[in-house]
């Protein structure tokens, strides 16, 4: 059985599921490992995502856990046959693997919600203004490195573009809309492409007004996205530490819960449209 030396978020994913199914059965790991005829060693490797496991051993482990779950077994069945190469992996070695999962996340996702509060949502960004806040943030960092990550942000939008797009529902402050991460022609470019991109059926924009009353979720950037079953869905926070995806049900359920908080706060999609047209015939 070949081990991976950096496994993906989904693929650690896998794991962790196979081993709260375990975990949920009330057996230990050296006790999984005899139903596959494997030591405990490579019980772990598995479920940490380092080593692989195939269709005929999920639907074994599930069926020995008791999990009656047939859409869940199914969803996972398809993480563990998955053989997908996205353009993502071409930055393998080139972008820290953060930047790699997330396009993977995104590009598995049933649906996207986001929640930003600072800068525009990193799906509706142009160049210009993804290569501000890179520049800004390291500003030493070469050329080299930078133009790869403004590329690869700009090639996360097709998940929104294109045949079969993914719905996204983005929540921005007013605040991120108003920051000119670079000059006027940056930002009326920027506020124009979210006007545009809003026309689209599948993509809902709502704004929070700046004097928007009982609004204490400046800290509340995240990510929600939809997984094949409810229990695959997956968060991703904007934090200063554990910005790694969040999978456990009682964090999902927090976040579930902040979103309904947020959305609340937030003006309609029309209105939405009204107050960013505002703001850019103010530039």
């Known amino acids: 059985m070949a081990t991976r030396r950096h496994p993906t978020a989904r693929q650690v994913r896998l794991g962790s599921e196979l081993r709260r199914m375990r ?3 009330g057996l230990k790991a050296t006790e999984a490992a005899a139903l596959l005829g494997a030591s ?11 080593a692989g496991v195939s269709e005929e051993r999920v639907r074994r482990l599930a069926a020995h856990y008791a999990c009656t779950d047939e859409a869940l077994v199914d969803a996972l069945v398809a993480m563990a046959t998955d053989r997908t190469r996205g353009w993502w992996q071409e930055y393998r070695g080139v972008l820290p693997q953060a930047f790699l999962d997330l396009a993977e996340l995104e590009h598995h996702a049933a649906f996207l919600r986001e929640v930003v509060i600072t800068h525009v949502p990193g799906l ?10 890179y520049s800004y943030v390291n500003p030493w960092l070469p050329t080299g490195e930078l133009e790869p990550r403004v590329e690869h942000r700009m090639r996360r939008r097709a998940v929104i573009e294109g045949d079969g797009p993914t719905p996204y529902e983005a929540i921005v402050h007013e605040f991120a809309l108003r920051i000119r ?3 006027r022609q940056v930002a009326r470019t920027q506020l124009r492409q979210i006007l545009d991109l809003s026309e689209q059926d599948h993509i809902r924009v709502r704004v929070i007004p700046v004097d928007q009353d009982g609004f204490a979720g400046a800290g509340a950037s995240m990510m929600y996205l939809g997984g094949p079953v409810r229990r695959l869905d997956t968060g991703l926070r904007d934090a200063p530490v554990n910005k790694g995806p969040v999978d456990a049900e009682a964090q999902l359920r927090q976040l579930r819960a902040l979103l309904r908080k947020v959305e609340e706060a ?3 999609p029309a209105r939405s449209r009204d107050l960013i047209q505002r703001v850019t015939e103010e530039l």
Request: hydrophobic share 45%; net charge negative; no cysteine.
């Open 124 to 133: 509706f960004q142009t160049p210009d203004y993804a290569r501000a806040i």
């Open 266 to 268: 937030a003006l309609d």
């Open 40 to 50: 405990s060693v490579q019980m772990s490797q598995i479920e940490t995502g380092i």
């Open 23 to 25: 975990d949920a059965a």
């Open 181 to 183: 991460v670079s000059d």
